[in-house]
């Protein structure tokens, strides 16, 4: 997934950008998998070329609530792909995204013609989001979910200085940096690419721990550890060097610790055509210049 997207452009409730259309109502127990998808939900970004393709596709296909339908078709960019993603997590419904908007790394390319016809040949990558608990200076504590990652970041010109733990371990005892993110596989083509952290298969079973413009330790670059792993990240002097967490676009301020580890009890079901599967696109970054 691409670099987020810190601009929400979806709507929080459905609102014009979700299509209605009135008909019998099949339920989630009716749902047909996306290789059998008769009936589309739409939903699209704020953007005009987001409204004016959903006008287009409106016309030409009857349009579910999401509840009713077998496949959302997500029209926007990436940014707006990961809102719908967060958005639906829970329900289980296939996403199939279509690009209108900058960058479109999850995003299929925009085509009104054969919707339901490219929707049933797509290829399916079922991802699991990370699960991020913060504990926060006030007492509270915060839970968010990322489909691409958990970020550590320093508030002000303070650096943040934080402690590493791993399975209940310390695999480091003071980091001085700007900050550090663990990202899935899915996510490491994004923001872990940008701090220089490595590209992760799909099927490498890997979470991704990179440094952000990390002072001391000079030499440490980061780590792959088994997507099983439990990580635990302090925030020390938390008073003069406030740090805030966040998951994809969603931010907490003034942590004193987080706990992450993927959660193996949800997965968002994304579509991509036919010959362009995210793994097929995780290793074409690899060879981009």
């Excluded at 739409?42 to 579910?64: F, G, W």
């Excluded at 915060?142 to 320093?154: F, H, I, Y």
């Excluded at 931010?251 to 036919?274: G, K, P, T, W």
């Amino acid at each position: 997934m691409t670099a987020r997207d810190k601009t929400s452009d979806i709507p929080r409730s459905a609102g014009s950008a979700v299509a209605h259309a009135s008909g019998s109502q099949t339920g989630a127990s009716k749902r047909k998998s996306h290789a059998d998808a008769e009936h589309i939900a739409i939903v699209a970004a704020r953007t005009s070329a987001a409204q004016s393709a959903r006008e287009v596709l409106e016309s030409l296909y009857p349009a579910k609530s999401p509840e009713d339908a077998d496949v959302i078709v997500a029209l926007g960019g990436d940014g707006f792909m990961l809102e719908t993603i967060h958005r639906f997590l829970d329900t289980g419904i296939p996403i199939y995204g279509m690009n209108r908007g900058s960058v479109g790394f999850l995003m299929n390319p925009y085509a009104s013609e054969d919707l339901i016809g490219q929707i049933r040949r797509a290829e399916s990558a079922s991802l699991h989001p990370l699960r991020m608990v913060a504990h926060l200076e006030s007492g509270a504590r915060v839970e968010l979910q990322a489909m691409n990652e958990v970020s550590m970041l320093r508030q002000t010109r303070q650096a943040a200085k934080l402690r590493i733990h791993v399975d209940g371990v310390v695999r480091l005892e003071e980091m001085i940096c700007d900050g550090v993110l663990l990202a899935t596989p899915a996510g490491s083509t994004a923001y872990n690419l940008s701090a220089h952290g490595p590209i992760l298969p799909l099927d490498a079973g890997v979470l991704a721990l990179t440094p952000i413009s990390v002072f001391r330790p000079r030499r440490w670059r980061g780590a792959l550890l088994p997507r099983t792993a439990t990580v635990r990240i302090e925030v020390l002097e938390a008073d003069k060097r406030p740090v805030s967490a966040v998951a994809d676009s969603t931010e907490v301020r003034e942590v004193v610790e987080v706990e992450i580890e993927e959660n193996r009890d949800v997965a968002a079901e994304i579509l991509f055509e036919a010959g362009q599967s995210l793994s097929e696109r995780n290793l074409a970054e690899q060879f981009s210049l």
